[in-house]
């Protein structure tokens, strides 16, 4: 839980609750110290009360009208005195915290709060040897109070203001460190996702300086390298489309003019022979192999160079895909949305657009299971936009990429463009990216 708090929540929480103990400490010591302080000032008063009757009553025994001498003695005391004559008659004297009533500026809870020491001295007054009443020592405890009050009042204000010092320089300081962290943080994040070009700010204190010096030293080398492997990427796919080419040129030259000239003495044979002999029989079935062969030979060639887009175009080229799809396979609805400036991309780009719809559409007929798809290939700004989706059954968990759509991502990855395959509302999508005008120069593969 404590590693889930922020940087400035965990420096905080220690801070205050150390203040807040401070502050309870105080009042805890100012409980425990005030009763005993309140005590020590005011026992020299208790002393002075004992002798002041010790007197009255050496007083009283020698007078010859001791009542006459009391009644004088308690005039003179007056009403504001803390020595005050209780008769017998009155009960007992009265607890000094029970006089404490709204003192100004005092609160109740904080006389409670107080443990106040019993401090009325009580001297028995004795006239003709009966006791008469008491002199007690009632202390008015209500400026000694007020100034407790007032110091704890004066603990609160230090606390308070020690903890908006605190605060503020821990709030201040936490922006500090947090601020070149942060931005650390983020600087690492756009690497993750492949934006080596933006640099991280160095700033802070000298280890954070290093890690930010060291993450933008790091985005430098990974950003190389990126530009590296597309450069091998590019490299690679353009090798491929020249075996490609090569390839489809000598299945062209050579296995083309063969699988005609079979063709061309196959029907001579026909014609020649007898119709009802088994050997004219026998040529059909052979005419017959042999323009099968001569159709599976032109499917190949389009798989491994299609000529035709650098005559029609790109959107001409895949819309004659789409309806060889349709031919193949009556029993898939496909709709299709083409881009018709598609057909001023040429070059490596392309023949990757076109090979992506290829195998995409490859991959729903053999695996898909599905009933209907769309193609949808557009230009949007300095991007195109290529997405086929069916509604098939999908594709199986941790076989995201097949060897066919893998070998397309390696395409994509090399013209510096993303393929995806994701599922949504019972529907699989094959999504690319393509950058437009950085790949549009790009040198062609033949």
Same mark, same amino acid.
């Given at each position: =839980?404590?590693?889930?708090?922020?940087?400035?929540?965990?420096?905080?929480?220690?801070?205050?609750?150390?203040?807040?103990?401070?502050?309870?400490?105080?009042? =805890?010591?100012?409980?425990?110290?005030?009763?005993?302080?309140?005590?020590?000032?005011?026992?020299?008063?208790?002393?002075?009360?004992?002798?002041?009757?010790?007197?009255?009553?050496?007083?009283?025994?020698?007078?010859?009208?001791?009542?006459?001498?009391?009644?004088?003695?308690?005039?003179?005391?007056?009403?504001?005195?803390?020595?005050?004559?209780?008769?017998?008659?009155?009960? @007992?004297?009265?607890?000094?915290?029970?006089?404490?009533?709204?003192?100004?500026?005092?609160?109740?809870?904080?006389?409670?709060?107080?443990?106040?020491?019993? =401090?009325?001295?009580?001297?028995?007054?004795?006239?003709? &040897?009966?006791?008469?009443?008491?002199?007690?020592?009632?202390?008015?405890?209500?400026?000694?109070?007020?100034?407790?009050?007032?110091?704890?009042?004066?603990?609160?204000?230090?606390?308070?203001?020690?903890?908006?010092?605190?605060?503020?320089?821990?709030?201040?300081?936490?922006?500090?460190?947090?601020?070149?962290?942060?931005?650390?943080?983020?600087?690492?994040?756009?690497?993750?996702?492949?934006?080596?070009?933006? @640099?991280?700010?160095?700033?802070?204190?000298?280890?954070?300086?290093?890690?930010?010096?060291?993450?933008?030293?790091?985005?430098?080398?990974?950003?190389?390298?990126?530009?590296?492997?597309?450069?091998?990427?590019?490299?690679?796919?353009?090798?491929?489309?020249?075996?490609?080419?090569?390839?489809?040129?000598?299945?062209?030259?050579?296995?083309?003019?063969?699988?005609?000239?079979?063709?061309? &003495?196959?029907?001579?044979?026909?014609?020649?022979?007898?119709?009802?002999?088994?050997?004219?029989?026998?040529?059909?079935?052979?005419?017959?192999?042999?323009?099968?062969?001569?159709?599976?030979?032109?499917?190949?060639?389009?798989?491994?160079? @299609?000529?035709?887009?650098?005559?029609?175009?790109?959107?001409?080229?895949?819309?004659?895909?789409?309806?060889?799809?349709?031919?193949?396979?009556?029993?898939?609805?496909?709709?299709?949305?083409?881009?018709?400036?598609?057909?001023?991309?040429?070059?490596?780009?392309?023949?990757?657009?076109?090979?992506?719809?290829?195998?995409?559409?490859?991959?729903?007929?053999?695996?898909?299971?599905? &009933?209907?798809?769309?193609?949808?290939?557009?230009?949007?700004?300095?991007?195109?936009?290529?997405?086929?989706?069916?509604?098939?059954?999908?594709? @199986?968990?941790?076989?995201?990429?097949?060897?066919?759509?893998? &070998? =397309?991502?390696?395409?994509?990855?090399?013209?510096?463009?993303?393929?995806?395959?994701?599922?949504?509302?019972?529907?699989?999508?094959?999504?690319?990216?393509?950058?437009?005008?950085?790949?549009?120069?790009?040198?062609?593969?033949?």
């Amino acid at each position: =839980m404590w590693q889930r708090l922020s940087f400035r929540t965990q420096l905080f929480l220690p801070l205050g609750a150390s203040l807040l103990a401070a502050l309870i400490l105080g009042g =805890m010591l100012l409980q425990t110290f005030a009763g005993g302080q309140l005590a020590e000032e005011n026992e020299p008063r208790q002393r002075s009360t004992l002798a002041i009757a010790t007197a009255l009553n050496n007083t009283l025994r020698a007078s010859d009208n001791p009542r006459q001498t009391l009644d004088a003695f308690v005039h003179s005391l007056g009403t504001s005195s803390d020595i005050q004559f209780r008769a017998a008659e009155e009960g @007992p004297a009265p607890s000094p915290k029970g006089g404490l009533r709204n003192l100004h500026g005092v609160p109740q809870w904080f006389i409670e709060l107080l443990v106040i020491p019993e =401090m009325d001295a009580a001297s028995p007054v004795i006239i003709d &040897g009966r006791r008469v009443g008491d002199l007690v020592f009632l202390p008015d405890l209500s400026a000694d109070l007020f100034e407790k009050w007032i110091g704890f009042l004066a603990l609160i204000c230090l606390v308070l203001a020690l903890m908006v010092l605190t605060g503020t320089i821990a709030y201040v300081f936490a922006g500090s460190a947090l601020r070149p962290l942060r931005n650390l943080g983020d600087g690492l994040t756009r690497i993750r996702r492949g934006d080596y070009a933006t @640099p991280i700010p160095v700033a802070g204190p000298p280890e954070i300086r290093q890690s930010c010096e060291e993450a933008n030293s790091l985005a430098a080398t990974l950003a190389q390298l990126s530009a590296d492997n597309r450069n091998l990427l590019h490299r690679l796919v353009s090798l491929q489309d020249d075996e490609r080419r090569d390839l489809a040129r000598e299945m062209h030259d050579e296995l083309g003019p063969l699988l005609f000239s079979i063709r061309a &003495g196959t029907i001579a044979l026909i014609e020649a022979s007898s119709p009802a002999g088994n050997l004219g029989n026998s040529a059909q079935e052979v005419l017959q192999s042999v323009e099968a062969l001569q159709q599976t030979n032109r499917r190949i060639l389009d798989r491994l160079r @299609p000529l035709y887009i650098e005559e029609l175009g790109l959107a001409t080229s895949v819309q004659t895909l789409l309806q060889n799809f349709r031919k193949q396979s009556p029993h898939i609805g496909l709709t299709a949305t083409i881009d018709p400036g598609l057909n001023g991309i040429d070059g490596p780009l392309a023949q990757t657009v076109y090979r992506v719809i290829q195998e995409a559409l490859t991959n729903v007929l053999r695996h898909a299971k599905a &009933g209907n798809a769309h193609v949808q290939a557009t230009v949007a700004g300095e991007a195109l936009l290529i997405e086929i989706s069916d509604d098939g059954g999908g594709f @199986p968990a941790g076989n995201v990429f097949g060897r066919g759509l893998t &070998g =397309m991502h390696e395409r994509v990855r090399a013209l510096s463009g993303s393929l995806s395959l994701l599922r949504a509302d019972d529907r699989t999508y094959v999504r690319c990216r393509l950058p437009v005008e950085t790949t549009r120069d790009a040198p062609s593969s033949g």
